[in-house]
């Protein structure tokens, strides 16, 4: 693995990059909100192993990457710096398909994506999008100021210990919810709705029954929305947010990868 760097619409950005000697495919990964890339070093490496050239960025204000800590005023700004980080990594790899990941925030940031590029993708895997909403957190942009109140580790997933680490990153925003980026994210999920389908691009989506933060009926609703003539696959987890499970059961959700692209390669053979 290695780190690069390039210009983003608002500031440096720094992603991850696993570079395999004989690669297949690019996977592109969209972390989710307040945390970096650095937390899917499980998911890179074992993308890695089965071929993919990874690249994972630390969005705008997150991680590594400049800018204020989570104050995100234009989500289309994220969705452009993948954008060019995907271009970069074609370059790089020409004549390699691309498949995009996304978890939580970067669920919403590469669906926008695919509306805008789906062209450019061979598949689109959606780990528990925050895409739905969710009236507990919209409810904070009618408080001034918005309380000190940042996502409880406990409830990530059952096995406390990837609280834990969540709680002890240094590279993690614990901080409150900052409401630039509430406003951004929400009028995100509106001009989403209101685009276009996905097309006939092939989606796997991830979800979880249990999701606190992104609760799975709100965005059933919203997927069936993009469906379009999109061949979506749904999976739910056990009694857990599926989004946890790619922090806990370690290559859960990389396997589920390897297997829809398997599927989606040999269709397109």
């Known amino acids: 693995m290695s780190d690069i760097e390039l210009d983003g619409v608002r500031g440096r950005i720094v992603a991850r990059v696993w570079d395999p000697a004989e690669s297949e495919r690019i996977a592109l990964i969209a972390h989710g909100y307040g945390e970096h890339s650095g937390r899917y070093l499980h998911v890179g490496e074992a993308l890695a192993d089965a071929g993919f050239a990874v690249y994972a960025p630390d969005h705008l204000g997150h991680g590594r990457s400049e800018g204020e800590r989570v104050l995100v005023e234009d989500i289309e700004d994220i969705v452009e710096d993948l954008h060019r980080l995907s271009e970069l990594a074609a370059r790089e790899h020409s004549g390699l398909p691309t498949v995009l990941v996304g978890h939580s925030l970067g669920g919403?940031?590469?669906?926008?994506?695919?509306?805008?590029?789906?062209?450019?993708?061979?598949?689109?895997?959606?780990?528990?999008?925050?895409?739905?909403?969710?009236?507990?957190?919209e409810a904070l942009l009618g408080l001034d100021p918005i309380p000190d109140v940042p996502i409880d580790p406990a409830i990530l997933s059952r096995d406390p210990a990837v609280g834990e680490r969540y709680a002890n990153d240094p590279l993690v925003w614990h901080g409150p919810f900052k409401g630039p980026t509430l406003e951004a994210s929400f009028a995100m999920m509106k001009t989403i709705a209101e685009g276009p389908s996905l097309g006939s691009l092939p989606v796997l989506w991830l979800h979880g029954d249990?999701?606190?933060?992104?609760?799975?009926?709100?965005?059933?609703?919203?997927?069936?929305?993009?469906?379009?003539?999109?061949?979506?696959?749904?999976?739910?987890?056990?009694?857990?947010?599926?989004?946890?499970?790619?922090?806990?059961?370690?290559?859960?959700?990389?396997?589920?990868?390897f297997r829809n692209e398997e599927k989606i390669a040999r269709s397109c053979a």
Request: charged share 20%; net charge positive.
């Open 108 to 137: 919403m940031i590469a669906t926008r994506y695919a509306q805008l590029h789906g062209e450019e993708l061979q598949s689109l895997v959606l780990s528990a999008p925050a895409f739905g909403g969710n009236p507990e957190i």
């Open 210 to 257: 249990q999701d606190q933060l992104c609760p799975i009926d709100l965005a059933r609703e919203a997927v069936r929305r993009l469906a379009g003539d999109s061949r979506i696959q749904p999976t739910s987890s056990r009694p857990l947010s599926f989004a946890r499970v790619q922090l806990q059961g370690r290559r859960a959700v990389s396997q589920k990868i």
